[in-house]
């Protein structure tokens, strides 16, 4: 809050035809903080992603010529609500009602080598992936897939797109969800937790993907805004030199433990999964009761998938506040 009273106190914004002070000291730090090369800033992360697609698809056109634009994604991801996006993201119910939708997109099942393999070829231009599915349903990506595809993208000359809208920024455990898994991606989106709750994205590249927008061949009014980057500057020097990712690393372990102890107890319970503080619970009954009884008892959880309750809580959520969470949870579930 100091940072953006202080920065609204100044400059609220300005064009981008001019160096803004607060947008370059947050590239440098996201560069110096990643495998990335370059940032470009925006929004949201539905515009992160748009911008994505487009440099691929830029990418491929100057290197390689005009066939080489189909992009591959997975089955249950979710890449946001713009156009591009909604085409990207492979939930058709987020498609209907808005065909006809962009050409070139192709869909794989989610941690399924053997289908990307078959489906990739000489016209991708890229494969986009979510390290771990939020929306799909908490599905954590093997280190086996996203190896199997970064050589695929290698041996295609294709660009790997890592979305971590919501898994960047500290909430797995790492700065960055691909830390876990040791595979550089070519490309990574971000927003949600970069902003501390103030609106604000971020597409970052790296090697000559970096190097093929040219002025004016993509932009935002607004994105990187003097008062946005103030905000996710201060934001990401908090989460760095607090050590906020490894303390979600710990707390997660606990949150981690705790529901596990509600699947040992409750039979409808299926499955813990998820990294750091990004945890599903897949239940073998519909999961919206429960989320509905939670929230009368001062519990926010949602449901994603239908039969995915899932937990993710604050960066800085205590030991104490997980198990009272817990506490509440268990309650409602032994009423089932």
């Known amino acids: 809050m100091e940072a953006i009273c202080e920065q609204a106190g100044k400059l609220i914004h300005c064009s981008?035809?001019?160096?803004?002070?607060?947008?370059?000291?947050?590239?440098?730090?996201?560069?110096?903080?990643?495998?990335m090369d370059?940032?470009?800033?925006?929004?949201?992360?539905?515009?992160?992603?748009?911008a994505a697609i487009k440099l691929a698809r830029k990418y491929a056109k100057v290197k390689y010529g005009p066939e080489k634009v189909e992009i591959i994604t997975a089955?249950?991801?979710?890449?946001?609500?713009?156009?591009?996006?909604?085409?990207?993201?492979?939930?058709?119910?987020?498609?209907?009602?808005?065909?006809?939708l962009p050409a070139g997109f192709k869909y794989?099942?989610?941690?399924?080598?053997?289908?990307?393999?078959?489906?990739?070829?000489?016209?991708?231009?890229?494969?986009?992936?979510?390290?771990?599915q939020g929306e799909g349903g908490v599905n954590v990506a093997t280190k086996e897939y996203l190896d199997g595809a970064r050589d695929l993208c290698k041996n295609f000359g294709a660009l790997l797109?890592?979305?971590?809208?919501?898994t960047g920024i500290g909430r797995t455990g790492r700065l960055f969800a691909y830390e876990h898994y040791d595979v550089k991606p070519d490309i990574?989106?971000?927003?949600?937790?970069?902003?501390?709750?103030?609106?604000i994205g971020a597409m970052l590249a790296r090697g000559e993907a970096a190097k093929v927008f040219q002025p004016g061949d993509h932009a935002s009014t607004f994105g990187g805004n003097p008062l946005a980057c103030a905000a996710a500057l201060a934001t990401l020097e908090e989460?760095?030199?607090?050590?906020?990712?490894?303390?979600?690393?710990?707390?997660?372990?606990?949150?981690?433990?705790e529901l596990e102890k509600l699947r040992e107890k409750y039979g409808y319970v299926k499955d813990i999964r998820g990294k750091g503080l990004l945890v599903g619970m897949e239940l073998s009954i519909e999961g919206k009761k429960i989320v509905d009884a939670c929230q009368e008892k001062g519990l926010l959880i949602n449901c994603v998938g239908g039969y995915v309750l899932r937990f993710i809580p604050p960066l800085i959520v205590s030991a104490t506040e997980i198990r009272q969470a817990i506490g509440i949870?268990?309650?409602?579930?032994?009423?089932i």
């Open 16 to 35: 981008n035809l001019y160096y803004i002070e607060s947008q370059a000291l947050l590239a440098k730090m996201l560069i110096k903080n990643s495998v």
């Open 75 to 100: 089955l249950d991801s979710f890449h946001g609500r713009t156009l591009a996006a909604i085409t990207a993201t492979g939930q058709p119910k987020y498609q209907k009602g808005f065909e006809p």
């Open 329 to 335: 949870l268990d309650g409602v579930m032994a009423e």
């Open 108 to 132: 794989v099942p989610f941690n399924d080598l053997q289908a990307l393999t078959e489906a990739i070829g000489p016209q991708t231009c890229a494969v986009m992936l979510e390290p771990i």
């Open 161 to 166: 797109i890592f979305d971590e809208v919501q």
């Open 38 to 50: 370059k940032a470009f800033f925006c929004n949201s992360g539905a515009e992160a992603n748009e």
């Open 239 to 257: 989460i760095i030199e607090g050590k906020v990712a490894e303390y979600t690393g710990t707390v997660g372990e606990i949150l981690y433990r």
């Open 188 to 199: 990574v989106t971000l927003a949600k937790a970069l902003g501390g709750g103030f609106p």
